[in-house]
């Protein structure tokens, strides 16, 4: 089956840093690829609709200058937190749009001290 | 604004028994409907989509069924085990915008040995 990596799995950055997360489909195009954020034993909320070669959708609330879509290629698809505050800290995961349905990373927990 | 819920929260049960996850949605214009499976601090895992013109689909053990009309899909799991312990989301996919999903809270299996 179709397969979505993402990376890293687990990141702790300082306050005002800023942090990138990346998502590969390894054995199949992604033209969409979705972001997600979860806080504990909560479900996901989609932050943004990511196209290869087009500004990304953010959904209503994301603050698409602190969350940075970038999907420069039919594979790849990066998330970069700018200016991390410790509420910015959750698990963030990608997923891509295959023709089995919709495929997800790993997710990446971050948090910011 | 489709809205998708999931009942129980949390559900315990000695292995071996046959069990039943719900999911409802308030819209029944949907494109298709997923369930996931999601272990602790991890990503999510396909277990069966259906599409919107299916009643159901199954995959060993595990059978979903959707009813489009009413609004409601179960996901039956068969002999649990467990390594059946998880937490399982259903996730519809919307016809306008069809590529997003919506996500239910989940349910938070424990299968007792």
């Known amino acids: 089956g179709a397969v979505v990596s993402q990376h890293p799995s687990r990141v702790i950055c300082k306050s005002g840093t800023s942090v990138k997360i990346e998502c590969r489909s390894l054995d199949f195009q992604a033209t969409t690829m979705f972001w997600y954020r979860q806080f504990p034993k909560q479900s996901l909320m989609l932050m943004a609709t990511s196209n290869e070669g087009s500004k990304a959708t953010y959904e209503q609330g994301v603050e698409k200058d602190k969350f940075l879509i970038n999907h420069a290629s039919l594979t790849l698809s990066t998330l970069t937190v700018t200016s991390a505050h410790p509420e910015d800290s959750s698990f963030y995961i990608c997923?891509?749009?295959?023709?089995?349905?919709?495929?997800f990373g790993s997710g990446t927990r971050l948090t910011v001290v | 604004k489709q809205e998708v819920t999931q009942i129980p929260a949390a559900l315990s049960v000695p292995e071996g028994e046959n069990l039943v996850l719900n999911c409802s949605f308030t819209?029944?214009?949907?494109?298709?409907l997923q369930w996931f499976r999601q272990d602790p601090g991890k990503g999510l895992t396909s277990l069966l989509l259906i599409q919107s013109s299916q009643r159901e689909q199954t995959s060993g053990r595990l059978n979903a069924s959707l009813d489009k009309s009413s609004g409601r899909s179960t996901l039956y799991i068969a002999a649990s085990q467990p390594g059946d312990s998880a937490t399982y989301l259903c996730a519809v996919g919307r016809v306008q915008g069809a590529q997003k999903l919506v996500f239910g809270q989940g349910t938070r299996l424990t299968i007792n040995p």
């Open positions: 819209d029944s214009a949907i494109y298709n």
């Open positions: 997923s891509a749009r295959d023709v089995y349905g919709y495929t």
